[in-house]
């Protein structure tokens, strides 16, 4: 891997090797590249830099701490350590891009922020965001998820953004990406999308991933003057793939460092009953852009699911589609069983209580560490539990 990687990757036409471009109808096309050339040239700019410097570190937090687990890697083996991006505010590490994507909009003078959301985390990591600058903020969400993510959905009415429910279709996700794409297209000039991981056309996949990589520079650094050294392996989970991105940037020329990226194995590898992309999809084309990608034989995107709604996505980012490809990354999978289990034992033995997402890349990590007794194992906690709390209660309960 050569060093001009971020340089080379993707090329000018938004393109991971044979993953990526930019796949949408021409009036579309314009207002991406018009996004794309500002990007290149304002987040250069000292300006820029400098501002979204000092928001990481007065408003988000940052850096969050790297933590080492010590009865977690006693019980398991191993030397397991935590990057805490629970600790970036809001609990996780979606407001690093959504600082990062309204810091931009902000610089391109647009009044309003539009986006999609699921779960409800991008949702709010987005109006955060808006609050933060100033802007309006317009999410659109299924009406099944409005129902589903209550909480999220009253945390984006506090924090100040429209809610739009969207009513055709299956009124989930995917609906919901049309329904803001459609808004967005109504006034370009003063709206601006923002997309919520590292997929969909060029350039989210590429600004996604640049506002991310403080995750790993950060960690990269930390965890050397804990110990000396680099991490022998390194653990995230992969929904669309930006806080493992984030993590894996910093060590993508570092040959001696295992990158493992972990999808959710569900209830079972049939379909319909997980979300494991790397694993078992195939090259196709979703929201824009080509990947890896669940799917039927007519190209249409598979049903998903997950235990960790941030983490059922049937497609994935194109970056992460070359290094499948290349070999720099493993892809592997953890099942909701698996993770549930690695949700308790962090938080009995550590006080830590994760997302379900992040969870995934611990249960893989203590596999790991079972194996693997002499090495250190580095996990991206992307982020907190307290929004899973009420759901594993009543559904899987306390631990026997
Ligand atoms: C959304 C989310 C994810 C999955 O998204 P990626 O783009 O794959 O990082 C993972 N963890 C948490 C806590 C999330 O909110």
Do not use: W
Not at 38 to 51: G, L, R, T, V
Not at 57 to 81: A, D, E, M, W
């Amino acid at each position: 891997m050569s060093t001009n990687y971020f340089k080379n990757y993707p090329d000018t036409e938004g393109f991971f090797e044979a993953y990526g471009g930019s796949f949408i109808p021409p009036n579309l096309q314009k207002e991406m590249e018009k996004i794309t050339d500002a990007y290149y040239s304002i987040s250069k700019s000292h300006h820029f830099i400098s501002e979204l410097r000092s928001i990481r570190k007065h408003y988000q937090g940052r850096p969050t701490p790297v933590y080492y687990c010590n009865r977690l890697s006693t019980k398991y083996g191993g030397r397991i350590y935590l990057k805490r991006e629970d600790l970036n505010h809001t609990g996780a590490h979606k407001l690093n891009h959504c600082m990062g994507e309204a810091l931009l909009a902000k610089y391109l003078g647009k009044k309003k922020l539009i986006a999609e959301t699921g779960a409800g985390q991008h949702g709010v990591a987005l109006a955060t965001a808006a609050a933060y600058f100033g802007l309006e903020c317009e999410i659109h969400m299924g009406e099944v998820d409005i129902v589903k993510e209550h909480p999220n959905v009253v945390r984006m009415k506090i924090l100040g953004a429209k809610v739009v429910p969207v009513s055709f279709g299956l009124k989930t996700l995917k609906e919901a990406v049309d329904s803001a794409f459609a808004a967005y297209m109504e006034d370009p000039e003063n709206s601006i999308y923002c997309i919520g991981s590292v997929v969909g056309p060029h350039p989210f996949p590429m600004m996604v991933r640049d506002f991310q990589r403080v995750v790993g520079i950060e960690a990269k650094e930390q965890f050397h003057d804990m110990t000396g050294e680099l991490p022998d392996n390194v653990v995230a989970c992969v929904g669309g793939g930006s806080n493992s991105i984030g993590i894996f940037s910093a060590f993508l020329e570092d040959e001696e460092v295992k990158l493992y990226g972990i999808e959710p194995a569900g209830r079972s590898l049939n379909l319909g009953d997980h979300a494991a992309t790397m694993t078992l999809g195939t090259p196709g084309m979703i929201h824009g852009f080509k990947c890896y990608l669940l799917q039927d034989e007519k190209g249409e995107p598979s049903p998903v699911y997950s235990v960790a709604s941030g983490l059922d996505y049937p497609g994935v980012g194109p970056e992460h589609c070359m290094l499948k490809d290349l070999k720099k990354v493993i892809y592997e999978t953890a099942t909701d069983d698996e993770t549930i289990d690695a949700f308790y034992e962090l938080s009995r033995l550590e006080g830590i209580i994760p997302a379900l997402e992040s969870a995934h890349a611990v249960a893989y990590a203590l596999k790991l560490a079972k194996e693997n007794p002499r090495q250190s194992i580095l996990v991206n906690l992307s982020g907190r539990g307290d929004k899973d709390v009420d759901y594993v209660m009543e559904t899987y309960g306390l631990p026997k």
